[in-house]
């Protein structure tokens, strides 16, 4: 009989296949890639399901279905990851539960996570989102910024940078998105001897997960794979 949520436990298994037969090809071990499963505009319903299947990291790119999510699974062993845009005056909302912040892309929004981490005696785990394609329509620090970035950033007492992060081009040119995850590599690569925490270089989706993982990557963000596709409405 086929189950309610039968989809889930076969696109999760697919997915995680696929991962294990890039990472055999590339000579990569499975075990350093860190999925984080993006379940925005999916149900708290589906996200305990996958759940279920053993996975803990899921990631959400508003604030409020985040904090909402949070409040309604908060029972459950799930690590948190806000993968969106982080307003400054947002940040009060998410930094007293949130495993990681995907998306910080000035010392400004920095400056906010680390004032309220300072209320919370907390220490906040944070990515630089790097805007590795040149569009404007993009978040994320310029790469020629980032170093300058970094070092402000790790001034900053409440606050861990644990990695980069980028979105690739959406375009079917392989050769572009793979140029855009470069850039990133290279980034990190050159950062990652002065910042001992960094350990995560994040990059790749359902689209292009693939191209991520033979570049570099040991961080996927993927939704559609695993929750199937998205209704807006």
């Not at 925005?40 to 996975?55: A, D």
């Not at 604030?63 to 949070?70: A, C, H």
């Not at 910042?195 to 939704?223: C, P, V």
Request: proline share 1%.
């Amino acid at each position: 009989m086929y189950m309610k949520y039968d989809y889930l436990k076969e696109n999760y298994s697919v997915l995680t296949s696929d991962i294990k037969k890039v990472c055999i090809q590339t000579g990569r071990n499975y075990e350093d890639i860190n999925l984080v499963a993006v379940s925005k505009t999916f149900p708290p319903e589906e996200i305990l399901e996958v759940h279920k299947l053993g996975h803990t990291d899921f990631g959400e790119n508003k604030v409020q279905e985040l904090k909402s999510k949070y409040e309604e699974l908060k029972s459950e062993n799930i690590n948190w990851h806000l993968v969106g845009h982080l307003q400054t005056n947002k940040v009060k909302y998410v930094v007293d539960f949130v495993t990681l912040i995907h998306s910080v892309d000035s010392f400004k929004l920095a400056l906010e996570i680390d004032k309220y981490a300072k209320k919370l005696d907390k220490v906040i785990n944070i990515l630089i989102q790097v805007n590795t394609s040149n569009e404007l329509q993009k978040s994320g620090a310029e790469p020629e910024e980032v170093k300058n970035l970094c070092n402000e950033i790790s001034s900053l007492e409440n606050i861990n940078m644990q990695g980069l992060m980028t979105i690739g081009m959406f375009t079917d040119f392989e050769k572009v998105i793979r140029e855009n995850f470069v850039i990133l590599k290279n980034l990190y690569e050159d950062l990652k001897g002065n910042y001992g925490n960094f350990k995560y270089l994040s990059m790749g989706m359902t689209s292009d997960y693939k191209i991520a993982i033979e570049e570099g990557s040991n961080m996927l963000r993927i939704g559609s794979a695993i929750f199937g596709k998205r209704n807006y409405l």
